[in-house]
């Protein structure tokens, strides 16, 4: 008796490995769908478009883009955590899955244990950027101008409790002024807001102004990399100007739902990485749209992850943010 159930149990053990292996091998056997938290056309979306036409080389199957904008992310995040967890469902999502927590008192997700992370993508680059009416040429003056004229200075951002939000805000609570916050629906609409001088300031990605940079229609008055960069190297870090205290670094990763199989993450994270490595598709669509490539193993994204979270409770505490 205990002989059969010892063959029994060497055989489930068998036929497991053996299921395991069959399903590493076959995947992906369909499409596979991605989830973002961000419009079609977006840099982001861009990107993993990019991406899914070189995975489909490899693989014979397409990533197929699902936009969920809005809600602070918490519309898209919600999509891909209840999505089932078989592989074919994954989801880009950025920093604002470590600032939430802190920002609302309930979220229909946990963006802690809902999430399984599988790389992390990139860095990319934002800008303090501001209109010329605003007299400030670097963050330092900007400082001084902003406390010599309590609450007349506006700042733009895509919504309370995003990025540039959260950084104007911190950055107000620490230097002890006021400016007025005027939320915009995307990006777009705080670009032009920006450039009509509707709004004086607004924190966003590198890549929307340097070209009004260079005609003088901006000023950017620094940047969120930890080191200057060499097509800008007029251009100083907010790090060397005293806001050096947190990394506002922003970035994008890969996810899938908490339950999805280790063999199909790390799958997928092989693919990110050899794709990252193309020479041709690191200069086109990394390097010369903003990005760092990062492509991190999924062990190595989830310590980030850790050190992240405590920044952005940090940031959201200091800030004074919340929402319902």
């Not at 159930?5 to 076959?26: M, V, Y």
């Not at 977006?42 to 489909?56: C, F, H, K, P, T």
């Not at 005609?215 to 969120?224: H, Y």
Request: hydrophobic share 45%; with cysteine; net charge positive.
């Amino acid at each position: 008796m205990k002989h059969a159930f010892r063959l029994a149990i060497i055989g489930l053990f068998w036929l497991t490995s053996c299921f395991q292996s069959a399903f590493s091998q076959a995947y992906p056997s369909k499409p596979i769908r991605v989830v973002l938290p961000y419009p079609a056309g977006s840099i982001v979306d861009a990107l993993m478009r990019q991406v899914g036409q070189e995975s489909n080389t490899t693989w014979g199957q397409p990533l197929i883009m699902e936009n969920r904008p809005g809600g602070n992310d918490i519309i898209a995040m919600d999509a891909c955590a209840k999505a089932p967890p078989d592989g074919y469902t994954v989801c880009v999502l950025g920093r604002s899955l470590t600032t939430l927590p802190s920002l609302y008192s309930k979220l229909p997700v946990d963006p802690e244990r809902d999430f399984k992370p599988i790389t992390l993508l990139v860095f990319t680059t934002l800008a303090l950027v501001a209109h010329p009416s605003a007299g400030a040429r670097s963050f330092k003056e900007f400082v001084a101008v902003a406390k010599s004229r309590p609450q007349t200075l506006n700042y733009g951002s895509t919504g309370v409790g995003s990025m540039g939000s959260l950084l104007m805000e911190y950055i107000n609570k620490k230097n002890g002024f006021d400016i007025v916050h005027v939320p915009y629906k995307g990006p777009p609409n705080l670009l032009q807001a920006l450039l009509s001088g509707e709004v004086k300031v607004a924190y966003l990605s590198l890549i929307n102004f340097t070209s009004h940079h260079a005609a003088g229609k901006v000023r950017i008055l620094g940047i969120s990399s930890d080191q200057r960069l060499g097509h800008l190297p007029e251009i100083p870090t907010l790090a060397e100007q005293g806001l050096n205290d947190l990394d506002i670094r922003v970035w994008f990763g890969l996810f899938a739902p908490a339950a999805t199989a280790s063999d199909s993450v790390e799958k997928f994270h092989r693919e990110v990485a050899r794709i990252f490595a193309l020479p041709p598709f690191r200069d086109k669509n990394l390097v010369s749209a903003g990005f760092e490539p990062v492509a991190s193993a999924p062990s190595e994204f989830s310590e980030f992850l850790k050190a992240n979270r405590a920044i952005g409770a940090e940031m959201v505490r200091i800030s004074g943010a919340r929402l319902q």
